[in-house]
């Protein structure tokens, strides 16, 4: 089965803030991050789209105590966001206190950027994640 967007490309994307998901020819829906079939029927009609990149928070949760490799950055918040053109994403969310985030931020609106973490001993090197602000 062909892979219309691989992770490599996705995370090169992402690097250059900008966001890309594979659109079904069967049913419509949008599936990010990238697979080799949608997410909603499991058709693998797909064609690479740009997103958007913003979207709604719908729960988040603050990381205090984190993976091995990862204690430098705690604490740290993650957020679940849907996506304007409707798939949830998750990511970090940056801009707010982990410390002493609250329940508010639930239906703010925010915006796609990027964050670039070193490899650990899990991993086969660097990762790239989305990172999210709040919009003004």
């Known amino acids: ?27 419509g829906a949008i599936t990010v991050p990238p697979k080799t079939t949608c ?3 499991q058709g693998s009609e797909l064609e690479v789209v740009q ?6 928070i719908q729960t988040f949760t603050t990381i205090f105590v984190p993976p091995e490799g990862r204690e430098a950055e705690a604490p740290y918040i993650i957020v679940l966001v849907e996506l304007d053109e ?4 998750m990511g970090n969310l940056e801009g707010i206190d982990p410390t002493k985030v609250t329940m508010d931020i639930i239906g703010k609106r925010v915006k796609l950027g990027h964050a670039i973490f ?13 990172l ?5």
């Open 86 to 89: 409707g798939p949830w994403l």
């Open 51 to 56: 997103l958007s990149g913003r979207g709604t």
């Open 132 to 136: 999210f602000t709040l919009e003004n």
């Open 1 to 27: 089965m062909e892979h219309k967007l691989t992770y490599k490309d996705y995370s090169e994307a992402l690097k250059e803030d900008r966001l890309l998901g594979l659109k079904c020819h069967q049913c």
């Open 118 to 130: 070193p490899g650990d001993k899990f991993s086969a090197g660097e990762l790239v994640r989305p």
């Open 39 to 41: 997410s909603k029927c």
